[in-house]
């Protein structure tokens, strides 16, 4: 029903930047929310930041103050921009969404297939 496809990962160096974008399409009604997960090699995927319709934000806390999350709900896409870069920023980001593809039934969580950022020191 829905894919996510991300795009603008690659290879940095510390104190770099990059911006990750993610474009959901398909058939649903809402996308409430959305967000990017990281996965480093040998570790759980964790929370990076997430992002209501509303525009009300969270943050992990390693990447408070670097990172922001945006989204364009007319286009349904969502952005991460990374600024100053970490070695240990470096792992596969997923987008993810929280979509309502029929009224009166929960939400179903989707998963995009990742991109690779890749940050040296």
């Known amino acids: 029903q829905v894919q996510l496809v991300e795009s603008g990962g690659g290879l940095v160096q510390a104190g770099g930047s990059l911006r990750l974008s993610c474009a959901a399409s398909g058939s649903f009604i809402d996308i409430n929310p959305m967000g990017w997960y990281r996965q480093a090699p040998g570790k759980q995927r964790e929370l990076v930041a997430i992002i209501t319709s509303g525009g009300m934000t969270n943050y992990a806390d390693p990447v408070k103050g670097r990172f922001t999350i945006s989204r364009d709900n007319a286009k349904n896409t969502a952005h991460l921009q990374m600024n100053s870069l970490k070695p240990e920023d470096t792992g596969v980001y997923y987008c993810?969404?929280?979509?309502?593809?029929?009224?009166?039934?929960?939400?179903?969580?989707?998963w995009g297939q990742g991109t690779q950022v890749t940050v040296s020191s």
């Open positions: 993810y969404a929280a979509v309502l593809t029929h009224s009166l039934r929960g939400r179903d969580g989707y």
